[in-house]
Antibody, heavy 122, light 108 residues
């Protein structure tokens, strides 16, 4: 069974940093692109970032470009999101999601983890 | 970026009824690269449909997707109690991938 488990969320002050992790199991991790998608409280879904199987192709939403960095460690079956210069509008539930193929483009998301909550507030 | 507009915002129906959800794109979605997700309260989204009309693994056949270009539809042929949820469409044919704002299907 494919499983994605996020961790690392919490309460952080504006301007500070946080690193999210996603532990993957039940599939050959380095065969697939991986993504982060977020959902602000009571709101819809927003794609944040995606990374190809070998980290050779990476994409970011304009809203996080220059502040967030996605990475992966295939030896540890893990996905990461380094979030710097956090803002109140980054407050959301952050989901880790698996793409259908090795490349980032053309990705739907299946499955999704249960998410980790990031709250940016002073 | 492609903007997806879902309608209606809320659909009030009874179990057993047919649900028709719309997703309209601001530009043509290439290769019908459109997906649908279901999200229940406190749960992560679940993939229902990809490629506009292909059901994901384990999805009941009462769920069907159709459409092309800028107009797409998710149909639930007969609503079961567990189908009352929020549904999102997503286009993944153009970068960045984008989602619609969601349609809530509630019990009438």
């Amino acid at each position: 069974e494919v499983q994605l488990v996020e961790s690392g969320g919490g309460l952080v002050q504006p301007g500070r940093s946080l690193r999210l992790s996603c532990a993957a199991s039940g599939f050959t991790f380095d065969d697939y692109a991986m993504h982060w998608v977020r959902q602000a409280p009571g709101k819809g879904l927003e794609w944040v970032s995606g990374i190809s199987w070998n980290s050779g192709s990476i994409g970011y939403a304009d809203s996080v470009k220059g502040r967030f960095t996605i990475s992966r460690d295939n030896a540890k079956n893990s996905l990461y999101l380094q979030m710097n210069s956090l803002r109140a509008e980054d407050t959301a539930l952050y989901y880790c999601a698996k793409g259908p193929a090795a490349i980032v483009i053309g990705s739907w998301f299946d499955p999704w983890g249960q998410g980790t909550l990031v709250t940016v507030s002073s | 970026e492609i903007v997806l507009t879902q309608s209606p915002g809320t659909l009030s129906l009874s179990p057993g009824e047919r649900a028709t959800l719309s997703c309209r794109a601001s530009q043509s979605v290439s290769s019908s690269y459109l997906a649908w997700y279901q999200q229940k309260p406190g749960q992560a989204p679940r993939l229902l449909i990809y490629g506009a009309s292909s059901r994901a693994t384990g999805i009941p056949d009462r769920f069907s997707g159709s459409g092309s270009g800028t107009d797409f539809t998710l149909t639930i042929s007969r609503l079961e109690p567990e189908d009352f949820a929020v549904y999102y469409c997503q286009q993944y044919g153009s970068s960045p991938t984008t989602f619609g704002q969601g349609t809530k299907v509630e019990i009438k």
